[in-house]
């Protein structure tokens, strides 16, 4: 019984659902964010664990997940800048009343 | 990796269970700086589990960049916006939250589903595990040279856009004077200007 290519991606499907439920539910928009990089991490560990199961010779997962972490980080710096803006315009960081375009 | 397999096992199963209770306590705890330290907890099992499937240069660069810079930037956002406030309470949120773990836990169901019935082409073939550090850097300067230089102009768009949203300026009430008027189509917000001008 070995590590098998199964295992990685149980695990990644388990930490996507988790962050899809909490970019959904919360409330804090810091928490938004978040759930966001928990989103972008489960996609890490797909990519990982094809990269090591189906193409261990020329690992392009691998150049796939740098590039995600890149991404993940640019997104990081400017969704808080934004949290940050919001925060400064209306008071507050509640999701609910993030409403100016609703309706 | 040449660990011993019980050894592999054992070692997944603990980074699986911190990684999931972390994840858990992120998006369930009440307190967003508890939430904020076990996402570090997430990104370090992660980086563990990179170990285990031979790619040591992506989980050192998860740790470097995950735990040492967006972990410590979503630190200072918590500080920044540090407000205690008792969220206004909304109507019939149970429904919304039980159909959300209702989504959540089919979409997980039906990943589960799919994961185990597909059968994966998986490549036996055994390569020295101690030269993924070189395939990468073949592969940026290579193949990928080009989503590797635009992901340079990324990271500066990225830190050039934060800069200018996070930046608060107050702009001083003047009155207008004929230099106003002749710049008057320009941005309100303009950096300083030079010293010698």
Redesign the interface.
Same mark, same amino acid.
């Given at each position: 019984m070995e590590l098998q290519l199964e295992y990685f991606l149980l695990l990644g499907a388990a930490l996507f659902c988790i962050g899809i439920y909490g970019l959904v539910t919360s409330r804090n928009a810091v928490r938004v964010l978040m759930s966001v990089e928990l989103l972008l991490n489960a996609v890490n560990l797909n990519l990982m664990g094809f990269s090591n199961f189906l193409d261990p010779v020329e690992i392009k997962g691998q150049v796939f997940t740098v590039f995600v972490i890149t991404v993940a980080a640019a997104e990081a710096a400017v969704g808080l800048a934004i949290i940050l803006a919001i925060y400064r315009n209306r008071d507050t960081i509640d999701m609910e009343q993030f409403n100016l375009l609703k309706w | 990796m040449n660990l011993a397999?019980g050894v592999?096992?054992v070692s997944?199963g603990i980074l699986?269970v911190m990684?999931?209770g972390a994840?858990?306590g992120?998006?369930l705890l009440n307190q967003?700086v508890y939430?904020?330290f076990l996402?570090g907890g997430?990104?370090m099992s992660?980086s563990g589990? =990179?170990i285990?499937?031979?790619?040591d240069? +992506?989980a050192a660069?998860?740790i470097l960049? =995950?735990v040492g $810079? +967006?972990n410590v930037?979503?630190l200072? $956002?918590?500080m %920044?916006?540090n407000?205690k406030?008792e969220?206004?309470p909304?109507r019939n949120r149970w429904i919304?939250?039980g159909a959300? !773990?209702l989504?959540?836990?089919g %979409?997980?169901a039906l990943?589960?589903t799919m994961?185990?019935a597909t059968p994966? !082409? +998986?490549?036996t073939?055994?390569?020295n595990a101690s030269s993924?550090i070189i395939? *990468?850097g073949k592969?940026?300067f290579s193949d990928?040279l080009l989503?590797f230089e635009l $992901?340079s102009v990324?990271?500066l768009?990225?830190?050039v856009?934060? *800069?200018i949203?996070?930046r608060?300026d107050f702009i001083p009430e003047r009155k207008a004077t004929t230099t106003e008027v002749e710049t008057a189509l320009t941005l309100p917000e303009r950096p300083r200007e030079l010293s010698g001008s």
């Open positions: - | 397999e592999q096992i997944f699986a990684m999931l994840a858990l992120v998006v967003i939430s904020a996402l997430v990104f992660i589990l =990179y285990l499937l031979n790619a240069f +992506v660069a998860q960049i =995950y $810079a +967006v930037l979503i200072f $956002a918590i %920044l916006v407000k406030e969220f206004k909304v919304r939250q959300t !773990a989504v959540c836990v %979409l997980l990943l589960s994961v185990l994966w !082409a +998986v490549d073939t055994t390569v993924t395939q *990468i592969h940026f990928f989503p $992901a990324l990271l768009m990225a830190m856009g934060a *800069i949203l996070a608060r």
